[in-house]
């Protein structure tokens, strides 16, 4: 099973509006963190936004927001205010803790959503 | 502001050829990471590596791969024998290590590299 799923293989919004891009989690482990990334076209990942398992608001970062619902397992990114130079690769990664309390940190990455930004 | 750096950014190699690519992680970080991307598909954790030593490593890391952190700054991956499937970009990102492990990781500009 995929451990961390992103349904949109592409998204468009229009410019100023806001966009929302779905990531879904699958794990066990009680204490894990989720991660989302930006990759324009120059190919550089670009850390967003981070949530934490045990984390009780969603996080936010200046026009990043996570929606993050545990009970569902998931944790969408929304942008608002859409900008031109958000069009790019976006990625949810999760981080999960080793069995025995170690986290060596892995990043496991979903599949990706392409976003466009229509002016 | 600290960064994590890779060179070269673009490496093109004939098949069978011994590669090696360098990144330079975040000075105080303690995790370091090598990662892989195919052209369109997604990010693909290859290895760990803390305190000297591999940490955690995934199954395309086989005997072509190595690593290394032959002085205090740089974090190389070996290529021994490079196939064509090897061509992809190769991230580096490092990590400080604080505790509870749920810190953020850093990733450099990426490595393309092509096998012909």
């Known amino acids: 099973a995929q451990k961390i799923t992103q349904t949109q293989p592409g998204m468009f919004v229009q410019e100023k509006e806001a966009v929302t891009l779905d990531c879904t989690y699958d794990?066990?482990?009680?204490?894990?963190?989720l991660f989302w990334y930006k990759q324009p076209s120059s190919g550089e990942m670009i850390f967003l936004i981070y949530?934490?398992?045990?984390?009780?608001q969603n996080a936010t970062e200046g026009r990043y927001s996570l929606n993050f619902q545990k009970a569902r397992k998931s944790a969408n990114l929304v942008i608002s205010a859409s900008q031109l130079g958000d069009s790019a690769m976006y990625f949810c990664?999760?981080?999960?803790?080793?069995?025995?309390?170690?986290?060596?940190?892995?990043?496991?990455f979903g599949q990706g959503t392409i976003l466009t930004v229509h002016p | 502001e600290p960064e994590v750096t890779q060179t070269p950014s673009h490496q093109v190699t004939q098949m069978g050829q011994e590669v090696i690519l360098r990144c330079v992680p975040i000075?105080?970080?303690?995790?370091f990471y090598w990662y892989r991307q195919i052209l369109g598909q997604k990010v693909e954790f290859l290895v760990s590596?803390?305190?000297?030593?591999?940490?955690?490593k995934s199954e395309i890391f086989d005997d072509q791969f190595s690593v290394e952190r032959p002085d205090g700054s740089n974090f190389t991956l070996k290529i021994r024998s490079t196939k064509l499937e090897d061509s992809a970009m190769y991230f580096c990102?490092?990590?400080?290590?604080?505790?509870?492990?749920?810190?953020?990781?850093?990733f450099g500009p990426g490595t393309r590299l092509t096998v012909l």
């Open positions: 990102a490092s990590r400080p290590g604080l505790a509870g492990g749920l810190d953020t990781q850093y």
């Open positions: 949530q934490g398992s045990y984390d009780q």
């Open positions: 990664a999760m981080r999960e803790t080793v069995a025995g309390g170690t986290s060596y940190g892995k990043l496991t």
């Open positions: 590596f803390y305190n000297n030593e591999i940490s955690e």
């Open positions: 000075s105080n970080h303690l995790y």
């Open positions: 794990t066990s482990d009680p204490s894990y963190g």
